[in-house]
């Protein structure tokens, strides 16, 4: 997954502002500088605090983490190879179109649940996620459930039927995700995530700076290991931000994010357009429900990858078909099925 041209965000900023060809006028010069100078980290409000406050501060954020050393080497590489299937069918556009977001140096999946963050949102600030229409992402896989859930439920870490809500992000070398709280009206706690391919940190309590991508001093830095669980609840979740610094994932690394979404928890209304009966487009299924590798025995609520193959669609036409009238006929604008164009 790591790409050899980029293997760090902060090289790759850098680079775009230092090209060494021995053309720099003066302006460019004073330029990279400035550049230069002001590569000194950003200060967080924590770094005002005196000794025993940030040691109660740490005691706060640390009552809140629990760890626990669940996943043989054996198991993450099985769990492994299932990340990578899902790689592969993002790749060939086999997903929703709300189920991947991808960025940089990092890829995240949503499964059973997504949810509006960051620059998607259209008012800014905590408090304005919104989880996506039902049915705009893809069903939790049933090898996430088979594989990593019901282990964590068989170790009493998580209650059996806590789960709707699975996210994998794929960090590449240099991949980061900044300072942020798991929307409380959102999910519930605790937050359960598992890690995999490599060992990182979950450091908490620090600010981002940007051009280039610096990062405060962190009230704590969690070592993650590979195929370790980690719980998040309480003041650890709730009254501290977490993130992932670039400079903790130095080789490829995923993680599997596994919540309870709330529910009271607030979706986007439909578009005015979609409230009424509306065109729908006809696609073939792209999931077979059953899984050779896990015994067969899967529940047709539930994506599985396994047998996936691509199917071919003609690009060129959309069959739009209006809802069905009770007589069982079709209504189109013009009493027939009619194909358009993209």
């Not at 090209?19 to 590569?39: D, E, P, S, V």
Request: hydrophobic share 30%; aromatic share 8%; with cysteine.
């Amino acid at each position: 997954m790591a790409s050899s041209s980029i293997t760090d965000l902060r090289s790759k900023i850098h680079n775009s502002h230092t090209r060494t060809n021995g053309l720099f006028t003066k302006k460019t010069h004073q330029k990279n500088h400035n550049y230069h100078a002001n590569k000194r980290a950003p200060k967080s409000k924590y770094d005002e605090y005196n000794t025993e406050e940030k040691e109660q501060e740490l005691q706060k954020v640390k009552s809140g983490i629990a760890q626990h050393p669940l996943f043989t080497d054996e198991q993450c590489k099985q769990i492994e190879k299932k990340i990578d299937k899902v790689v592969k069918l993002s790749d060939l556009g086999l997903y929703k179109e709300h189920t991947v977001d991808r960025a940089p140096l990092r890829n995240k999946y949503f499964f059973g649940e997504g949810y509006t963050y960051g620059a998607q949102l259209t008012k800014r600030g905590p408090g304005n996620e919104r989880l996506y229409c039902k049915g705009d992402v893809d069903e939790i896989p049933d090898w996430i459930y088979k594989l990593v859930v019901q282990r964590l439920s068989e170790a009493n870490i998580i209650p059996e039927g806590f789960v709707n809500s699975a996210v994998i992000n794929d960090y590449k070398p240099g991949g980061c995700i900044v300072s942020h709280i798991d929307p409380p009206h959102i999910f519930e706690r605790p937050i359960c995530s598992v890690s995999f391919f490599s060992e990182s940190a979950l450091s908490f309590g620090c600010k981002f700076s940007f051009k280039p991508i610096r990062v405060s001093k962190p009230v704590l830095t969690l070592p993650l290991s590979r195929g370790c669980v980690t719980l998040l609840s309480g003041y650890a979740a709730d009254h501290i931000t977490h993130c992932v610094r670039p400079e903790d994932v130095t080789s490829r690394r995923a993680v599997i994010i596994l919540r309870r979404v709330r529910d009271d928890a607030p979706r986007l209304e439909l578009p005015t357009e979609m409230s009424s009966p509306c065109r729908k487009r006809i696609m073939p299924s792209l999931y077979d429900c059953s899984d050779s590798e896990d015994g067969g025995n899967s529940s047709s609520s539930s994506s599985s990858d396994d047998n996936v193959k691509p199917v071919k669609v003609n690009s060129k036409v959309i069959c739009l078909l209006e809802e069905p009238l009770k007589d069982g006929k079709i209504l189109t604008p013009h009493s027939s099925p009619k194909l358009m164009k993209r």
